[in-house]
């Protein structure tokens, strides 16, 4: 019997402990799309369409240009909201992106605080733009780390181990991810932990549950949890692990780095979520969206990408 294969069966005995809920129907986590350069279009990377899916999860395009009234009528039949990796501008904190997110947040905050349980997710991107909704500042964060297509270590923080995010990680998964470089970045912008801490808004809100050294020995915030809320963020990619390939980009694909991103896309289909009946017509509305591909490999993305 070779490794792998003891492997995956402890993950499925260790997944099936916590995932107890026999459920009848698959998590759906809107994934809030962005404009293209242009900004005549809107879409989504694939590879974070099926990160979602790795685990069993739905992946719903959530138009950024949609209207508010209908966001907030998705969002009470999802079970959460992932905000992906890009390159948008932030400035002004105004546009029609920016005021789709914020109008996601906080109705996401609302819908929690009615105990109705709802999932904010942010990567990269997506984990800068939360902050910066906490925060209600784009000048959160901040440019100049050297962290561009590398792999690097996670340092835990002390509220590492007891944290939602990272209480399940098996003990020998945690420890490599501390000693061998398996997450992907892929950013300038973040945060030092010293930024963090000196914006109240943020330390309140958030516990940081690890940083990471750029390649020049400098901090940035690497993961964070709401301390009252289901919201989550990294600034490193898991979907690479699982999705992208390409010669010139440093995707891990060691088994433990896909054993971390399986981990993290477990851990968004099996959180506490509202016993709503979902309309049904949500699931067809992912086929009404069009999977591209134009024929050229997609680095930073993957081969296709939704544009909807
Ligand atoms: C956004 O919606 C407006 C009004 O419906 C439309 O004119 C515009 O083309 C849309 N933009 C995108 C990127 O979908
Ligand atoms: C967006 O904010 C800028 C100031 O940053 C302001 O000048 C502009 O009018 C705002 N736009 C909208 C659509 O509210
Ligand atoms: C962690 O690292 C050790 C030593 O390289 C390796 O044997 C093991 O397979 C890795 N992964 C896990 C999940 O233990
Ligand atoms: C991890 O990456 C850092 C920065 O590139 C490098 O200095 C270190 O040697 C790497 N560690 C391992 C175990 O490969």
Known sequence: MNFSFIHLIFIFLFFHLIHSQDDKRPFIIGVFT?????????????????????????????????????????????????????????????????EAAKLIYNNAIQLND????????????????????????????TNGFDSVNVNLELIFTQFARDSNLYSKVPDTLFYNLTRFNLTYNDHHWGITPDRFNSLSNLYDFYNILSTTKDINGRSFVSSIEAKKYPFFGVQFHPEAALSLFCDSENYPHSSDAKLFAYYLSEFINSNPRNSHDIDPSILFELQGSHLLWDGNIDCMFGDYYYQI
């Open 34 to 98: 962005q404009p293209t350069s242009s900004g005549d279009e809107s879409f989504v990377p694939w590879s974070y369409i099926n990160f979602i899916q790795a685990s069993g999860g739905r992946a719903l395009p959530i138009h950024f240009n949609a209207s508010h009234e209908e966001i907030l009528d998705i969002m009470k039949s999802i079970d959460g909201i992932l905000f992906t990796g890009g390159s948008q501008d932030f400035f002004p904190f105004n546009s029609t992106w920016i």
């Open 114 to 141: 009615n105990n109705h349980p709802f999932l904010l997710w942010g990567t990269c991107m997506g984990f800068e733009l939360l902050l910066c909704l906490t925060n209600n500042d784009p000048s959160t964060i």
